[in-house]
């Protein structure tokens, strides 16, 4: 079985900086795409930053040159760097990562179960 789980959430002022992590464990034979995605109340989810099991990068538009995604492959672990902080970016976010599972599974999709990032203006 596949967890991901993740770390790193709080409050902080705008202006701020937070560091999010998501480690994944369990029956994992290969991980390709790893990201963050972000939920506001009464918003849809939506995209905030991907990387590749090569190191590609992509971010929404809002948070290019103040967030940073990296992984750890050695450590199955991505990383969200947040700097500059502002209360839109008040949201719940998950990690998500392809996942198989097997060398004879097909790649899964895998979620975290959120971590509340709250920036007070």
């Known amino acids: 079985q596949v967890q991901l789980v993740e770390s790193g959430g709080g409050l902080v002022q705008a202006g701020g900086s937070l560091r999010l992590s998501c480690a994944a464990s369990?029956?994992?034979?290969?991980?390709?795409?790893m990201g963050w995605y972000r939920q506001a109340p009464g918003k849809q989810r939506e995209l905030v930053a991907g990387?590749?099991?090569?190191?590609?990068?992509n971010y929404a538009d809002s948070v290019k040159g103040r967030f940073t995604i990296s992984r750890d492959n050695a450590k199955n672990t991505v990383y969200l760097q947040m700097n500059g902080l502002r209360p839109e970016d008040t949201a719940v976010y998950y990690c998500?990562?392809?996942?198989?599972?097997?060398?004879?599974?097909?790649?899964?999709?895998?979620w975290g179960q959120g971590t509340q990032v709250t920036v007070s203006s």
């Open positions: 998500n990562a392809e996942i198989r599972p097997h060398i004879w599974s097909d790649r899964q999709d895998y």
């Open positions: 990387i590749t099991s090569g190191g590609s990068t």
């Open positions: 369990g029956n994992i034979f290969s991980i390709n795409a």
